[in-house]
C-alpha cells in the first residue's frame, strides 16, 4: 500500500528528448509538490500544488511543466532535456500547505541524460 | 529568505556512540522545524518535528528541541545503531515552502 508512488523508478534518455515522470497519492492529501535532489544530494522544491492549482513555481526553466488532473496526481513533463537535469526527483505530498504541517515522500525517479 | 545550515559530513561513528548533527536556521516569522532521513535508494521519512519555540521533537530514540533563542535545531541520539546509516535532513517551513539543510551523510560501524 505505497503512499505516494513515482513511475518510472529509472529514466535513460538522450539529451533533447521529451519525458514525463508520473506521481500519485492514495493519502487524500491536498497538497503535491516536485523536488529535485542533485548529485551532492541537495533538495530544492521546484513547484506545488493544492486542490489542482498552482501555488509554488520556483525559478524552474519553463522546459519543466507540471500537471495536476486531480489532487491525487501530479505529473513533470520536462521538454528538450539537457545533460545538467540529471538528477533525482522526488514527488511528496501533505495534508494541506499549512504550516507544520509534514510532506510524505515517494522513492524518486532518477532521471540520467546521455 | 529561509535557510538552514546543518554540520558538514560524512560523519562515521562506532555502534552505541553518541550522535549530535547541528542545524541552524535563518528565518523570518516562526517556522516549524523538521528532521528527515534518507535511507539508500529511498525517499526521504519524516523523523520529528517541532512546531514552536522549546518545543522538543522525538521518535526512534532521536531527539531534538527547537530552541529560538540559538536558532538551533540539533539532532541527537543516546546509542547509534548500524541502522541508523543514512542521510539526515534538517529542514524549515515557514510559509509554505519547505526549505532543506544540504544533508549529513551518517555512517555507523559495527
Known amino acids: 500500500d505505497t503512499a505516494v508512488s513515482q513511475t518510472p523508478k529509472y529514466l535513460v534518455t538522450q539529451m533533447g528528448n521529451d519525458k514525463s515522470i508520473k506521481c500519485e497519492q492514495n493519502?487524500?492529501?491536498?497538497?503535491m509538490y516536485w523536488y529535485k535532489q542533485d548529485s551532492k544530494k541537495f533538495l530544492k522544491i521546484m513547484f506545488s500544488?493544492?486542490?489542482?492549482?498552482?501555488?509554488i513555481n520556483e525559478t524552474v526553466p519553463n522546459r519543466f511543466s507540471p500537471k495536476s488532473p486531480d489532487k491525487a496526481h501530479l505529473n513533470l513533463h520536462i521538454n528538450s532535456l539537457e545533460l545538467g537535469d540529471s538528477a533525482v526527483y522526488f514527488c511528496?505530498?501533505?495534508?494541506?500547505?499549512?504550516?507544520?504541517?509534514?510532506?510524505?515522500f515517494g522513492d524518486g525517479t532518477r532521471l540520467s541524460i546521455l | 529568505g529561509n535557510s538552514v545550515t546543518q554540520m558538514e559530513g560524512p560523519v562515521t561513528l562506532s555502534e552505541e556512540a553518541f550522535l549530535t548533527i547541528n542545524c541552524t536556521y535563518t528565518?523570518?516569522?516562526?517556522?516549524?522545524l523538521f528532521w528527515y532521513v534518507q535511507y539508500p535508494g529511498e525517499g526521504l521519512q519524516l523523523l520529528l518535528k517541532?512546531?514552536?519555540?522549546?518545543d522538543k521533537g522525538s521518535n526512534k530514540g532521536f531527539e531534538a528541541t527547537y530552541r529560538k533563542e540559538t536558532t538551533s535545531f540539533h539532532l541527537e541520539k543516546g546509542s547509534v545503531q548500524v541502522s541508523d546509516s543514512a542521510v539526515y535532513f534538517c529542514?524549515?517551513?515557514?510559509?509554505?515552502?519547505?526549505?532543506f539543510g544540504q544533508g549529513t551523510r551518517l555512517t555507523i560501524n559495527p
Open positions: 511528496a505530498s501533505s495534508q494541506d500547505s499549512g504550516r507544520g504541517q509534514p510532506q510524505h
Open positions: 493519502l487524500g492529501h491536498d497538497t
Open positions: 500544488y493544492n486542490n489542482k492549482e498552482l501555488i
Open positions: 528565518a523570518t516569522g516562526y517556522p516549524s
Open positions: 517541532a512546531t514552536k519555540a522549546d
Open positions: 529542514a524549515l517551513q515557514g510559509a509554505q515552502k519547505l526549505v
